[in-house]
DNA sequence: GTTAGCAGTCAAGGGCTTCGAGTGCTAACA
DNA sequence: TGTTAGCACTCGAAGCCCTTGACTGCTAAC
């Protein structure tokens, strides 16, 4: 059944000032700041129409209306009015990646603090594993006597995390061969095509130092296999907000935030192509508390995924201004990673 | 004033049952579990002697007793009888720092992990910046056609933080010889002294690209002014303390935590060359909640600081737990970190 | 110095009452 | 048919009082 313009309305005011407040929306209010040309009672028999359909709840009997699961559902894709940022905070974003080191690492920690800021919820940013991401160059570097650090270059990222033992009398100029045949063999391809090759023919000539080479091979394995990384920001914001005044809720809050694995779970987007996705309630995802809302946004830049960005924080979350952030931190994102 | 020694005896008593049970210990329990031998109103009246020396306090007059902060102190340094770990417990230690990349920051972040597990109490973990360590090599590697990364060996670590950028039009030849300048310039000095270095006659020679000389100069100042990294682990493990059911106790603890000036702070020893710190209760850190403690242990290799390890939680806290925990985990550490 | 006995204190918890915010229902009106 | 005023009803929140029980401090005797 389709609602009428005013009890859409009427839904929004409930939704907008709970959202803000967090304590019921009672009738009366609502004809004092919004509806000024009705009655209270003519907006309470639409209230319990609502109630009926499912979009509120009451309480208990004297409370006032408080929005379901599926009146947020509602919300976020018909009744919110997007919120357009201040210039004061559209600066704060620019700032922040100014004058930042160009490290993936570096921007996934900005990205999370002014998410976090912003929003004044807790943010969560997850860094990608795109197996699709095309190898640009990989190349070891000697550090030390008889260990290289690995570096690979891919258009949006800079990695320079293993550190390869090299065999006893390994000389520079090896090193060099090895390198050269790393460049020929592997840069060009993705992430998903070094996986699936297996490399026999092309280390025959190189027998003497192949063990290196799968050890290379291995490390880029791992890598996309591995779990991006987390970076979380404001834990302590969640104070803030009066459903985390409950020791309760702040625990079972704390367990989901603190655990990696469910929250790379959860910044799993499910959406294809859709950029924002929001997770509310319960709503099937076991990880979080039922009272809980997830906002994430995955970015990507020529069609490769740069990282997952969101916020974790109650179900009466201000969506529009959480939304709001995203979509512009993402832009600028995109700005940066895309001039590389 | 000496305490007599049965009255250090009950001291003790009282202490180890408050840390265990957290309820304030009545005279009749110390004479079920531990004084068998004289009756509750002797044990009363030594509490009240105790209590008259500022060492318990009573929460309201028909309460037990608790400690004061003069009684966890006297304690730490005299009544507590430390705790060897079980052998299960040393294995869990040795496992976690095995099979491990050699890399500072993973056993960073091991050793928190391992502190947290087995203290059951917040951990945090602080990479030392010691600015008379050595640097053994310091190098550029040219990743993109513009971008060098900057590779700084040490006895202790290996730093790969910087992206340096290149003038354009800078040849593989050229960056070979600027090495090797470094090489000349910086090896073997500590970063002190390079802090405290002119260079003015040194670049002469290489007027060209001095300006890229100097960045990577910069880069070595700018590490060792920054702050160490800093790593938390289970922060979700102050729940499990019945002090933390209160969310304000919760919310300033969090306040501390999720700071990491304050961090860095609480975790700088004033200590000399103690390597075990404890700090209970207010006691002149205005950083910390009133009823918090911070135990840390400063790590040494060849007399060069490796890292700051340490918990956080109630003043309440299992002092020889945690320090039992803190010591074999520093052992274990230092025989790794030796080996390099 | 130690002990038994007893009176005194105080937090915790249960039950009771009051207060007020907000609703549902109904009858009347446009 | 939609809107409104009025009134009775409901129920959580807060305050209050009382009971209970766990301790202690004190005192007098050993």
Redesign the pocket.
């Known amino acids: 059944m389709e609602l009428s313009e005013r009890k859409k309305k009427i839904l929004q005011y409930v939704i907008d000032d709970y959202i803000q407040t967090a304590v019921?929306v009672?009738?009366?209010?609502i004809t004092e700041k919004h509806l000024t040309?009705?009655?209270?009672?003519?907006v309470?028999?639409e209230?319990?129409t609502l109630?009926e359909l499912g979009y509120l709840m009451?309480?208990?009997?004297?409370?006032?209306?408080v929005p379901s699961i599926e009146a947020y559902k509602l919300y976020v894709s018909e009744l919110m009015v997007k919120e357009k940022l201040s210039e004061k905070e559209l600066e704060y974003i620019e700032e922040a990646f100014t004058n930042r080191s160009k490290d993936v690492d570096d921007i996934l920690k900005s990205a999370a603090k002014v998410i976090s800021e912003l929003t004044q919820y807790t943010s969560v940013a997850l860094s990608a594993r795109d197996s699709e991401e095309i190898i640009r160059s990989v190349k070891m570097f000697r550090v030390r006597k008889s260990e290289a650090l690995l570096v690979i270059v891919t258009d949006n990222k800079l990695l320079k995390d293993s550190v390869i033992a090299l065999p006893d009398g390994m000389t520079d100029d090896t090193l060099g061969e090895l390198n050269q045949l790393l460049e020929n063999v592997i840069s060009g391809k993705t992430f998903n095509e070094i996986c699936s090759m297996k490399f026999s023919e092309t280390v025959e000539e190189f027998q003497a130092y192949k063990e290196v080479f799968f050890k290379v091979v291995e490390a880029l394995r791992e890598y996309i296999a591995s779990e991006g990384e987390v970076v979380l920001e404001g834990e302590e914001k969640m104070f803030a907000h009066p459903e985390y005044s409950d020791i309760d809720n702040v625990k079972s809050l704390m367990s989901v935030v603190t655990s990696k694995d469910k929250l790379v779970d959860l910044m799993s987007a499910d959406g294809k192509d859709i950029m924002i996705n929001i997770k509310i309630g319960s709503d099937g995802y076991d990880d979080i508390p039922s009272d809980c809302s997830v906002v994430t946004a995955t970015y990507l830049t020529n069609g490769v995924k740069i990282g997952t960005y969101g916020v974790i924080g109650p179900t009466r979350m201000d969506y529009k201004k959480v939304v709001s952030v995203l979509e512009n931190v993402g832009k600028i994102l995109e700005s940066i990673v895309s001039k590389w």
Do not use: D, Y
């Not at 009672?26 to 209010?29: F, M, Q, T």
């Not at 040309?37 to 003519?42: D, G, K, L, R, Y």
């Not at 009451?58 to 209306?65: C, I, L, M, V």
């Open positions: 019921p009672s009738s009366k209010s040309t009705v009655s209270s009672a003519t309470r028999s209230l319990s109630e009451q309480p208990h009997t004297s409370a006032g209306r």
